[in-house]
Nanobody, 117 residues
Framework: QVQVVESGGGLVQAGESLNLSCAVH????????LGWYRQAPGKQRELVAS?????????ADSVKGRFIISRENGKNKNTMYLQMDNLNVEDTAIYYC?????????WGQGTQVTVSS
């Protein structure tokens, strides 16, 4: 059974940094995509960044140059990180970790990121 668990959210001031982590527990197919999504109040969930099991990265235009996604692949545990620098108030949202593998999609419970001005 696959479990997805995020951590690392919090309250910071504009211009500061945060590092989010996502632990994926369980044995998964070696070809997969891990991604960070976020949802702000009153808005739709949007993709922030993703990284394939082969290491290819994709970023939303709004975070390019400020966020870096990375991952560590293991046998029974995969870990994904999101280093967020120069945060601004528009980055305030609940951040969700997502695993896509074959026809399945798994979500974490989300972690709150709040950026104050």
């Amino acid at each position: 059974q696959v479990q997805v668990v995020e951590s690392g959210g919090g309250l910071v001031q504009a211009g500061e940094s945060l590092n989010l982590s996502c632990a994926v527990h369980g044995t998964i197919f070696r070809i997969n995509i891990l991604g960070w999504y976020r949802q702000a109040p009153g808005k739709q969930r949007e993709l922030v960044a993703s990284v394939t099991s082969g290491g290819s990265r994709n970023y939303a235009d709004s975070v390019k140059g400020r966020f870096i996604i990375s991952r560590e692949n293991g046998k029974n545990k995969n870990t994904m990180y999101l280093q967020m620098d120069n945060l601004n108030v528009e980055d305030t949202a609940i951040y969700y970790c997502n695993l896509r593998v074959l026809r399945d999609s798994f979500w974490g419970q989300g972690t709150q990121v709040t950026v104050s001005s």
